[in-house]
């Protein structure tokens, strides 16, 4: 059973090719037969388009086109042509999965796409204006591409539906719970995926455990999952609540928003472009929204640097504790993508807060390939380091509902 999976973005698309003919275990490492991503931001005019199969070299090429779809019928052509062609004919795929980043109060559960899941997703566009239209624009370019191949949605908001009232609802009219304004999370897939791999790794079952989970990249939340369920999150009605990121402030007190608009005259884009693309690490450090950059320029000497990652790692710890609180108890932190998967200084300066949990790290830290346990061997809390499979937990989500 191929399914193909699409991560469609604002100014990148990623895709794999998984073969579930065997089926898959929850929590395991799915390897996909190929992969692909374009990149729109790699020069003005043009796509950069990078694909592999299993085990093959990556082969990178640049192309003139600036249209979507146009790149990613480019993208497809490369699983039947070239290098990196793993399939005959392009009618193997039975099945295409999509990562849809908000799927509001209507879909908790993977659903397949239909005329009304599309302007529901539509619908939802102003909820998360950078991704939902991407998600869209992906699922239209595949129907013209692949005809009428069952396509099926994975929500990032569906991961924490579960959560109790309490944590989902914002303190403010009564109205707004009428309305649908709550706290809905995001990176669900990610959240769900990293922490069936740790009980897997754990060698215990997922009903028994108490995690706190730490999704760190360019967008960074958290998620307090309790017996395999999501009971609270730091992202909350839009992806720009809670932990400080590259680019996103995180939370702010909205007092400053009314500040900016009497005091300075702003409005709601320049608000939004403010909190959105000048914040975060990239706007405190004036340099970058890329850790590794940022960390560099600190350990140069650079002060406004050295106060982003001070204001970063501050603001994790004290969403951690939060997280914590909502657990009730810990048994086991997890970090996972780009940052959380890649940053030894970050595992370190974020986990020295809670020796008193008895969490203690190994003395070694480094990067890995493969999934690893860093807790020391003598902690009484185990923290683990996995590579976050989304599309892979997509493909699993697929191949379940269409059974």
């Not at 199969?53 to 082969?59: D, I, L, M």
């Not at 249209?67 to 990196?84: I, S």
């Not at 624009?137 to 191949?149: K, N, P, Y």
Request: proline residues 3%; negative net charge; hydrophobic residues 40%.
């Amino acid at each position: 059973m191929k399914i193909f999976v699409l991560n469609a973005g604002s100014s990148s698309h990623k895709s794999c090719l998984f073969d579930l003919s065997q089926g898959n275990a929850i929590g395991q490492i799915n390897r996909p037969l190929w992969q692909a991503a374009l990149d729109w931001t790699h020069a003005e005019g043009s796509v950069e388009l990078t694909a592999s199969k299993s085990g093959g070299e990556a082969v990178t090429q640049v192309l003139p086109l600036t249209d979507k779809a146009e790149g990613l019928q480019a993208l497809v052509q490369t699983l039947v042509q070239g290098p990196t062609k793993v399939l005959d004919d392009l009618s193997e795929i039975v099945a295409v999965g999509h990562r849809v980043v908000h799927g509001g109060r209507d879909y908790q559960q993977p659903v397949v796409i239909d005329a009304g899941v599309k302007e529901t997703i539509r619908q939802l566009i102003s909820l998360a204006p950078a991704h939902n239209l991407a998600n869209l624009q992906g699922i239209e370019a595949m129907e013209h591409l692949l005809g009428e191949v069952p396509q099926v949605a994975v929500f990032d908001t569906a991961f924490h539906a579960s959560m109790p009232e309490a944590a989902a609802t914002y303190p403010g009219p009564y109205d707004w719970v009428e309305q649908g304004i709550r706290r809905y999370g995001f990176h669900g897939i990610s959240h769900q995926y990293v922490a069936q791999r740790a009980a897997q790794m754990l060698g215990q079952n997922l009903e028994d455990l108490k995690m706190l989970t730490c999704h760190l990249g360019n967008g960074c939340s958290l998620a307090a999952v309790k017996g395999g369920i999501s009971v609270d999150t730091t992202m909350g009605f839009t992806p720009l609540d809670g932990l400080m990121m590259g680019s996103r402030s995180g939370s702010v007190d909205p007092g400053i928003l009314i500040y900016l608009m009497r005091q300075e005259g702003c409005g709601v884009d320049h608000l939004d472009h403010l909190l959105n693309k000048t914040s975060g690490l990239k706007g405190l450090s004036g340099l970058s929204n890329d850790l590794r950059v940022v960390v560099e320029a600190m350990e140069q000497g650079n002060t406004q640097a050295q106060l982003a990652v001070d204001v970063f790692i501050h603001r994790l710890r004290r969403e951690m504790g939060s997280m914590i609180a909502s657990l009730g108890g810990l048994d086991a932190v997890v970090f996972t993508a780009g940052i959380g998967e890649n940053s030894p200084l970050v595992w370190q300066r974020a986990c020295e807060g809670f020796d008193f949990l008895g969490l203690k790290l190994k003395d070694d830290l480094e990067r890995a390939k493969d999934d690893q346990d860093i807790a020391a061997a003598d902690s009484r809390v185990r923290v683990l380091v996995i590579h976050t499979q989304e599309e892979g937990a997509i493909a699993q989500a697929c191949h379940a509902l269409l059974q």
